[in-house]
């Protein structure tokens, strides 16, 4: 079955770090990306990596502060969340996409987990 599947959220302290992780199950490998949505929000583009780990793509806010990695032998995909704030509060979820053509743009990713909730006490 082809899934995504998160896990590693929870709550934390402001300042706090979390690791989040992303289990693959896809026949290929695929440009991953990390979005979030906050509550009452639109969901939102945070980072993305190709294929080989090299691309890396931020959002502002998380330039800085999160970092993105993947293990394409244990086929997981990671976002370290560090200096962490009220405002990263959200649901944050893990994606694929075929292409790399616009990495902070949802419409390319064909693929999503389920999400992992998040939560920063200021």
């Known amino acids: 079955q082809e899934e995504l599947v998160e896990s590693g959220g929870g709550l934390v302290q402001a300042g706090g770090s979390l690791n989040l992780s992303c289990a693959v199950s896809?026949?290929?490998?695929?440009?991953m990306g990390w979005f979030r949505q906050a509550p009452g929000k639109e969901r939102e583009f945070v980072a993305a990596?190709?294929?080989?780990?090299?691309?890396?793509y931020y959002a502002d806010s998380a330039k800085g502060r999160f970092t993105i990695s993947r293990d394409n032998a244990k086929k997981t995909v990671t976002l370290q969340l560090n200096s962490l704030k009220a405002e990263d509060t959200g649901v944050y979820y893990c994606?694929?996409?075929?292409?790399?053509?616009?990495?902070?743009?949802?419409?390319?990713?064909?693929?999503w987990g389920q999400g992992t909730q998040v939560t920063v006490s200021s």
């Open positions: 896809l026949r290929n490998f695929y440009f």
């Open positions: 990596i190709g294929w080989k780990g090299v691309e890396l």
């Open positions: 994606a694929a996409s075929r292409t790399n053509s616009a990495p902070a743009a949802q419409y390319q990713y064909i693929y």
